[in-house]
């Protein structure tokens, strides 16, 4: 008989059609998996059924909320995809666990056998250095914060089987970051390096996860090379035509480099967009 770790993933459930997810779930469909998503907009249910998408309107609070809750979690892997919220939510660090966990007691009574969660590099502190998968936690924003009490809860789990993604600032389709800082004027941490991937590299990484079985595994999702602010932004802004953002020099940097060494020894990944710079 098989062991847990090789039995075939036929359906997964996307927890979060948003960004990221709707575009995984596209590609999962692609590839021949039976994919299930969840909306919080009624309005996005016909998108998610033109795309071969079985679509649910759920929602995560204290509780999860959903007509059909139990079909939802009828599957061999749930991706978990709901991003802490930040700025927008000031008591994120109560609220962002308790909506994990609660998306965890529905899995202890599903037949999910496999989570793919979407954590991210903010659970690093700045340490003007590299780190990696082995590095201390230690998030240095709300959200960092809440993600890193998450992610401690998950280490404590055995079941189900528990795959970590450790996402780098994210990057594609509709987010163009030339927009982000373009005219501003006298921004510090120029010389400072980013830590970025491009969506095409986040979706490809995941389809590698599956298709390999590599469970029970933390990836950093970071793409190769790690320009400077300074350089990154004034190259995205001038890509749209817009006023590039101007730096201020400063001697005490704060910063962290991410390394991505495991995903491409351990998943053979080879990114598609390595340099920010081309994104």
Not at 117 to 141: H, I, K, M, Q, R
Request: glycine share 8%; with cysteine; proline share 7%.
């Amino acid at each position: 008989m098989a062991s847990p770790a090789l039995q075939p993933i036929r359906t997964i459930s996307i927890l979060g059609c948003g960004w990221l997810g709707f575009p995984l779930a596209q590609a999962l469909v692609a590839e021949g998996y039976t994919v299930k998503g969840s909306t919080t907009s009624p309005n996005k249910i016909g998108s998610l059924e033109e795309a071969g998408i079985q679509p649910f309107l759920l929602s995560v609070k204290e509780e999860v909320e959903a007509a059909e809750k139990a079909d939802f979690f009828d599957a061999d892997l749930l991706f978990l995809n709901i991003p802490p919220g930040g700025r927008r939510d000031p008591q994120v660090e109560d609220t962002y666990p308790q909506k994990i966990k609660a998306v965890l007691n529905e899995l202890h009574q599903s037949p999910v056998r496999y989570l793919l969660f979407c954590s991210s590099t903010g659970v690093y502190g700045s340490n003007n250095d590299w780190v990696d998968e082995n590095s201390p936690l230690a998030g240095e924003t709300a959200s960092g914060r809440a993600l890193e009490v998450i992610e401690r809860f998950l280490a404590l789990q055995q079941h189900p089987i528990i795959s970590v993604l450790r996402l780098a600032g994210l990057v594609g389709g509709n987010r163009k970051p030339g927009r982000f800082l373009a005219g501003k004027k006298d921004l510090p941490n120029g010389e400072a390096p980013v830590n970025l991937v491009h969506r095409e590299d986040c979706i490809g990484i995941i389809l590698e996860l599956i298709r390999q079985g590599a469970w029970g595994e933390t990836f950093n999702v970071v793409a190769d090379e790690h320009p400077t602010r300074a350089a990154f932004y004034t190259v995205q802004a001038e890509k749209l035509g817009l006023e590039p953002p101007t730096f201020v020099g400063n001697k005490q940097l704060s910063y962290k480099l991410v390394s991505n060494d495991k995903v491409k020894r351990v998943l053979k990944y080879r990114f598609r967009y390595p340099d920010p710079k081309g994104f």
